[in-house]
């Protein structure tokens, strides 16, 4: 898997189409390996007034569970049309906090449609309690509580076009929470119309509005059946171009939006389905131009929470460069360079998984384009780069991933990476206990020694040789450490430097 040679002297067509083969294979490798676990959540709106029973903080306590008595004696409180109505219902809505009540609740006959009856009353208070009531059992993790508020779906949908911006949105985030649990939920929702619903939502010029939106699309689209059924629904709507309007205008227009629609296109970008029709309205350079406004704000009063935004959107990046199409879209700028190390420069310290982000963009940048591999030299971002090579296992995994591509594309690199300290900071890398980085770093040995063979006699002198050696015992080490070891003991300028077939076996 790691091997990707098999040419000459210089690169070959041959050996061209192998080297892409076999970094589409470590590239699948690495998404798999580091994308991120389901942002499957469930966000709960609750008020940060006290609750009416005790004093209570409501968001904060959660209720002891109540008995099936007790339950039932509430809901006869909800259905009785007394004055006290509004009263027992905020009382159920705090009782409803608890997971065995929610339980509890949904098993007793006429619950929900006692619920439902109420939702839909032209009593605005009343409707909104009840709302909520709905909201604290579309929060629960047992998918029985979720299936029974499937008879609440439809309504929920009709109300998304209300004027109420506070309904609404409990409405959007009633809906996210119930997509969640219930695939049966979803499979209801659809032939309901809600990606017509959302699609018209979406122009809405409310912020909390499209906020909720984006969080009930990205649990849509999150769902295992997304690829087949779900994201071909909102390819033929107006969706794809709104959210990417509404991702590039987060500075201006609300980071909240942004945040979620980014995440959105992340995972149609994941489902490998869409990504030609993206590309087709410009994402690459709308993208990329956001990065660069992004990355302009870093230096300066960065908006609060603006690496919410930009890890989605160097995803974005990072995997749609990955996709064969993405070919046919060339994005030739430095200033991307410039915008990734900044990014990476403030970031660092205080919110570090950024740093994988970058390099898995710069990976991609760099896989097939030398316009970016001498770019990355020319301005001077090496020193940078290597510095990155203790941060983490995938961080030095990733740099030395883009070294490995800058050395590739022939002689004339590997003799500016000679020139930079980068042998030195290699051996401690030889030295890790990490087999998937000592080998990336023996791929990059290998790379630096056939093109520009001074480099292996100076690895000799700085005692490469000892930590090559280590490795002579590693079961799957130890064939590519000798083929190196074989290289660096042959005279400077032996025919050993040639690709010879021993060293090419041990690197394919």
């Not at 919110?351 to 020319?378: G, K, M, R, Y």
């Not at 290998?446 to 050696?469: C, N, Y």
Request: aromatic share 4%.
């Amino acid at each position: 898997m790691w091997g990707r040679r098999q040419r000459g002297a210089g690169p070959s067509g041959r050996g061209a189409e192998e080297l892409r083969a076999r970094r589409r294979e470590r590239e699948a490798a690495l998404r798999k390996a580091r994308r991120q676990e389901q942002l499957v959540s469930k966000r709960l709106l609750r008020e940060d007034t006290a609750a009416e029973d005790g004093g209570q903080d409501g968001a904060e306590i959660v209720p002891d569970p109540l008995s099936e008595d007790e339950v039932l004696e509430l809901l006869r409180g909800v259905q009785r049309g007394s004055e006290d109505r509004k009263r027992s219902l905020s009382r159920l809505r705090w009782a409803l906090q608890n997971k065995e009540t929610q339980q509890k609740f949904v098993r007793l006959d006429g619950s929900i449609r006692t619920l439902i009856g109420l939702f839909t009353s032209s009593l605005a208070d009343m409707q909104m309690e009840a709302a909520r009531c709905l909201h604290e059992l579309s929060h629960s993790s047992d998918p029985a509580v979720a299936e029974a508020c499937l008879p609440v779906t439809s309504y929920l949908l009709t109300y998304l076009s209300g004027h109420s911006v506070e309904f609404t949105e409990l409405c959007l985030y009633t809906l996210g929470n119930l997509v969640v649990e219930s695939e049966a939920v979803r499979k209801q929702l659809l032939p309901q119309g809600i990606i017509p619903v959302l699609a018209s939502c979406i122009q809405s010029p409310h912020e909390a509005v499209l906020e909720g939106l984006g969080y009930v699309l990205s649990q849509l689209l999150q769902a295992k059946e997304a690829p087949t059924e779900i994201i071909p629904l909102v390819l033929d709507s107006v969706l794809p171009q709104h959210m990417l309007r509404l991702v590039c205008s987060g500075l201006k227009a609300g980071i909240g939006a942004a945040v979620e629609f980014a995440w959105c296109l992340h995972y149609i970008i994941c489902s490998h389905t869409a990504n030609a029709a993206l590309l087709s309205l410009g994402a690459l350079p709308a993208l990329t131009s956001l990065l660069l406004d992004l990355a302009s704000e870093v230096p300066q009063d960065a908006p609060e929470g603006l690496e919410l935004l930009v890890c989605p959107v160097l995803r974005c990046l990072g995997n749609l460069l990955a996709e064969e199409t993405a070919y046919e879209v060339q994005i030739q700028d430095e200033r991307l360079l410039i915008a990734l190390f900044l990014i990476l420069q403030c970031f660092l310290q205080q919110h570090p998984f950024i740093v994988q982000e970058c390099l898995w963009l710069l990976n991609n940048l760099t896989a097939d384009e030398p316009f970016f591999c001498s770019a990355l030299l020319s301005l001077d971002l090496l020193p940078a780069l290597l510095q990155l090579l203790p941060c983490s296992q995938m961080a030095s995994v990733l740099v030395l991933t883009v070294l490995c591509n800058i050395a590739e594309k022939g002689p004339a690199y590997c003799q500016r990476l000679h020139g930079q300290p980068a042998l030195p900071l290699l051996l401690p890398t030889l030295a890790l206990p990490d087999p998937e980085a000592v080998g990336q770093c023996l791929e990059l040995l290998h790379l630096l020694f056939l093109h520009w063979p001074e480099a292996a006699a100076d690895f000799v002198r700085q005692g490469g040789h000892r930590a090559l050696e280590q490795h002579q015992s590693t079961p799957e080490l130890q064939e590519r450490a000798q083929a190196l070891l074989d290289m660096v003991r042959q005279p400077l300028g032996a025919s050993a430097f040639s690709p010879c077939h021993a060293t090419l076996s041990a690197f394919s």
